[in-house]
């Protein structure tokens, strides 16, 4: 039974490129959660999936953000033309009821130079 | 915001029970206290859960106050591999939606 995986495990870009960041949640797992991560701070949300439907993204800081998870499985979280208040961790996490206990992913260690 | 405060840090010697306070004042009638770990380079961790009554588990115990507006996290017997960022969390149980976390407790064990 594998967790929740994500890759890659870091990322550095230069300022302004664009990165995707993958999720692939446990098998079966009808919701997914992406969470940002700053350095000694806790998870923020960003966004939330309900199978393909993006139910919330209320989290996102900006447009250059964009998620999606076209088949109810795995999801890219996608950041344009990065900046460096962008690094981060990324955490994925996915839960199914009837419980929706959320397990998380590794997370996507992100810099922006 | 989180509807949880707890200290930034704290330190526990190996082998001694590791007692995590947190406050949440503001709980209502049908909010859990739930509590995460999140371990270096790791995602976090589901450690817990409580209504009213005191919860242990294979990982930790959980005292939450009769007036439930505190709790406290019991590792009984903290080693290294314990060393990690501790969350407080209060929330609806089994719901659907997104976790809200403060900045936890960096629980140091020294050996």
């Known amino acids: 039974g594998a967790g929740v995986s994500q890759s890659p495990r870091y990322k550095v870009a230069k300022r302004g490129q664009d990165v995707a960041l993958r999720c692939d949640p446990i098998s079966g797992h009808v919701s997914l959660f992406w969470y940002q991560q700053a350095l000694g701070q806790g998870p923020e949300f960003l966004t939330y999936f309900q199978n393909e439907a993006q139910l919330d993204k209320s989290g996102l800081p900006s447009d250059r953000f964009f998620a999606e998870r076209p088949e109810g499985s795995v999801s890219t979280l996608k950041i344009q033309r990065t900046q460096q208040e962008d690094s981060a961790v990324y955490l994925c996490?996915?839960?199914?009821?009837?419980?929706?206990?959320?397990?998380f992913g590794p997370g996507t260690r992100l810099t922006v130079l | 915001d989180a509807k949880t405060t707890q200290p930034t840090s704290m330190d526990c010697a190996e082998g001694r029970a590791a007692n995590l306070p947190c406050n949440h004042s503001?709980?209502?009638?049908?909010?859990?206290v739930y509590w995460y770990r999140q371990i270096h380079s790791q995602g976090p961790q589901y450690i817990i859960h409580?209504?009213?009554n005191n919860e242990t588990n294979e990982m930790a115990s959980l005292i939450i106050t009769e007036d439930r507006k505190s709790s406290t996290l019991i590792l009984p017997h903290a080693t290294l591999r314990d060393t990690a960022v501790y969350y407080c969390?209060?929330?609806?149980?089994?719901?659907?939606?997104?976790?809200?976390f403060g900045k936890g407790t960096r629980l140091h064990i020294l050996p």
């Open positions: 969390i209060v929330r609806l149980m089994n719901r659907d939606d997104k976790i809200i």
């Open positions: 409580g209504l009213k």
């Open positions: 996490a996915s839960s199914s009821p009837p419980y929706n206990e959320q397990f």
């Open positions: 503001t709980i209502s009638g049908n909010e859990y």
